[in-house]
T-cell receptor, first 112, second 113 residues
Framework: DQQVKQNSPSLSVQEGRISILNCDYT??????FLWYKKYPAEGPTFLIS?????DKNEDGRFTVFLNKSAKHLSLHIVPSQPGDSAVYFC???????????FGTGTRLQVFP | DVKVTQSSRYLVKRTGEKVFLECVQD?????MFWYRQDPGLGLRLIYF???????EKGDIPEGYSVSREKKERFSLILESASTNQTSMYLC????????????FGSGTQLSVL
C-alpha cells in the first residue's frame, strides 16, 4: 500500500524552463513533507520541506506547494539547470510516528 | 557537515551467507535508519534506532536484524542472504525524533548470487 505516490517516473525539461514534480499522498495524518534529491552513486540529500500549516515554501529556485484538500504536493524548479538532473523523492511524516515514508521517485533530466 | 559513512560501496555475497553492513555517523545524532532502494519502489524503511541498544522495525524488517552498540554506529545484518535482498542499502541519521531531515550515506550496492 503506497501511501506516497509519484506517478511520473521520469520528466525531461529544457534548460531555463520550469520543472514541476508531483507527489500525492493518501494518509491524512501526514503533517510534514520533504523533497530529497539523489545523484547516481550518492545518497539522497535534503532539498526543501513544508509543514502542513503552510501551503507554500520557497528556497531560491525551488518552491514546494501543498494542497491539503487534494492531498497533493508539487516541487517547482525555475529556472531548471542541467545540474538539477537527478532523481527526486518526496517524503512525508505523521505527527504520531517517527518514520519518513518515501515516494517512488521521479527522474528529472534537464537538457540544454 | 554531517558525514554518514557506509563501509562498503559494492558487495557481492552468496545465498545463505551472513552479511554485515556497517554505518557510522560523526554528528552525535540520536537516530539512525536503514533503507533499501529498489527501482519502482522508492526507499523503504527496514529498521531504525532512537538510541544505543534500541531498535524499531520499519516497513520491511523480515530477513534483517540490526545492532547499535555505540551511538555512532548502526549495523544491518542479513542473517541468511537471499537473492531478493539484492538492492541498494542506504543508511541515514537525524538529530531530532521527528525525522525532519535525514542525512544519508552514499549507499551499499549488495548483490546476492
Amino acid at each position: 500500500d503506497q501511501q506516497v505516490k509519484q506517478n511520473s517516473p521520469s520528466l525531461s525539461v529544457q534548460e531555463g524552463r520550469i520543472s514541476i514534480l508531483n507527489c500525492d499522498y493518501t494518509n491524512s495524518m501526514f503533517d510534514y513533507f520533504l523533497w530529497y534529491k539523489k545523484y547516481p552513486a550518492e545518497g539522497p540529500t535534503f532539498l526543501i520541506s513544508i509543514s502542513s500549516i503552510k501551503d507554500k515554501n520557497e528556497d531560491g529556485r525551488f518552491t514546494v506547494f501543498l494542497n491539503k484538500s487534494a492531498k497533493h504536493l508539487s516541487l517547482h524548479i525555475v529556472p531548471s539547470q542541467p545540474g538539477d538532473s537527478a532523481v527526486y523523492f518526496c517524503a512525508a511524516s505523521a505527527v504520531d510516528t517517527d518514520k519518513l515514508i518515501f515516494g517512488t521517485g521521479t527522474r528529472l533530466q534537464v537538457f540544454p | 557537515d554531517v558525514k554518514v559513512t557506509q563501509s562498503s560501496r559494492y558487495l557481492v555475497k552468496r545465498t545463505g551467507e551472513k552479511v554485515f553492513l556497517e554505518c557510522v555517523q560523526d554528528m552525535d545524532h540520536e537516530n539512525m535508519f536503514w533503507y533499501r532502494q529498489d527501482p519502482g519502489l522508492g526507499l523503504r524503511l527496514i529498521y531504525f534506532s532512537y538510541d544505543v541498544k534500541m531498535k524499531e522495525k520499519g516497513d520491511i524488517p523480515e530477513g534483517y536484524s540490526v545492532s547499535r552498540e555505540k551511538k555512532e554506529r548502526f549495523s544491518l545484518i542479513l542473517e541468511s542472504a537471499s537473492t531478493n535482498q539484492t538492492s541498494m542499502y542506504l543508511c541515514a541519521s537525524s538529530l531530532t525524533t521527528t525525522n525532519e531531515k535525514l542525512f544519508f550515506g552514499s549507499g551499499t550496492q549488495l548483490s546476492v548470487l
